[in-house]
């Protein structure tokens, strides 16, 4: 089982800029994967972006290519989305996700609110 704890969601003006923050705890291993979905009020769930924690492969949905960059620390099991250029459309709770062997993500947070007003 893999718990993970997002952080570093609020509420700021279209412009603007967050970082995301999910540390992973428990049964991780080499074959890792984390990254970051979104779930905005009546929309369906977005995949953004993923990274292999062992060698830091990115990847990401082209709906936030240029804008977000995920990053993270493997030492510490972490995986951080800088989040640029905030707009409104991007109001969602946001959701750390893993994976580690399989190609779902099985281990979800449990949200962090980012609301971007005009």
């Known amino acids: 089982q893999v718990h993970l704890v997002e952080s570093g969601g609020g509420s700021v003006q279209a412009g603007a800029s967050l970082r995301l923050s999910c540390a992973a705890s428990?049964?991780?291993?080499?074959?890792?994967?984390m990254g970051w979905s979104r779930q905005a009020p009546g929309k369906e769930r977005e995949f953004l972006a993923a990274i292999t924690m062992d060698y830091g492969t990115p990847k990401y949905a082209d709906s936030v290519k240029g804008r977000f960059t995920i990053s993270r620390d493997n030492a510490k099991k972490t995986v951080y989305l800088q989040m640029n250029n905030l707009q409104p459309e991007d109001t969602a709770t946001y959701y750390c996700?893993?994976?580690?062997?399989?190609?779902?993500?099985?281990?979800w947070g449990q949200g962090t609110q980012v609301t971007v007003s005009p």
């Open positions: 996700v893993a994976r580690i062997g399989t190609v779902q993500y099985d281990y």
């Open positions: 428990g049964r991780t291993n080499n074959e890792l994967v």
